[in-house]
């Protein structure tokens, strides 16, 4: 199943999903992809939200060995420190953050080898799994695994750029390896994502940062577990 995480900005999507992550690894569920929490530092100056706290910058960090990637800073900020790039896939797009191209490109060398471990990342759990048998006589299912990418955004969705691996693989669909994904959208981008992806996985889920959202994902594991 698709699971489309939509909703305002700054509304916790990203803190939901590090808490729905933790909850799936409690149940035996891996996760494999990328969340992307804000570096968010105390402030009372005018960028500072209502509980006083401002957001500089987003990193990227990659599931699941842990691996945190800088990937983008506000673009007031990279114009004051000089970091930014006006030849940049974030600047000809006019973005609001400064999306580092070169974390673009870890991003997306991360996806490209989910990708290609798709098929070991199914053997190895298969392979434990007959471990298990030996030990114990019994079998259980697949280790499966949640597909993540926080998020696709205007770059990926209207200009083809930006996470293109990550994309690519959302539309093989979903697989051994990965028989559901949880990607996060804007709501104003949610026709273009649902016609992107929604020829590989069916009819999308179209959740919120809630907890009965949570439990929704969380059904779906345990759904497959009941059918195997």
Not at 18 to 24: C, D, N, T, Y
Not at 45 to 52: F, L, R
Not at 73 to 79: F, K, M, P, Q, Y
Request: net charge negative; aromatic share 6%; charged share 20%.
């Amino acid at each position: 199943m698709l699971f489309l995480l939509t909703g305002d900005v700054q509304i916790g999507k990203t803190r939901w999903l590090e808490g729905l992550i933790a909850a799936l690894a409690d149940v035996g569920v891996g996760a494999a992809g990328v969340v992307a929490p804000g570096q968010w530092v105390p402030s009372a100056g005018p960028e500072a939200d209502a509980n006083g706290y401002e957001k500089l910058g987003i990193d990227n960090l990659l599931l699941p060995e842990g691996r945190r990637v800088p990937f983008a800073r506000r673009r007031d900020l990279a114009h004051a420190e000089g970091s930014f790039d006006e030849g940049s896939q974030a600047a000809r797009a006019q973005l609001a953050w400064h999306i580092f191209d070169d974390a673009i490109g870890q991003v997306n060398e991360h996806f490209e080898q989910l990708a290609a471990d798709a098929c070991k990342l199914a053997a190895a759990d298969a392979a434990r799994e007959s471990a298990a048998v030996a030990a114990e006589g019994s079998r259980g299912p697949l280790r499966p695994h949640l597909l993540v990418v926080d998020e696709l955004g205007r770059l990926e969705l209207w200009k083809g750029e930006g996470l293109t691996a990550a994309v690519a693989l959302l539309q093989q669909g979903p697989s051994a390896a990965f028989p559901h994904a949880l990607v996060v959208v804007r709501d104003y981008l949610l026709p273009e994502a649902r016609q992107l992806l929604e020829p590989a996985w069916g009819s999308a889920a179209i959740i919120g940062p809630t907890p009965e959202a949570a439990q929704q994902v969380l059904q779906a594991f345990a759904h497959d577990r009941g059918r195997g």
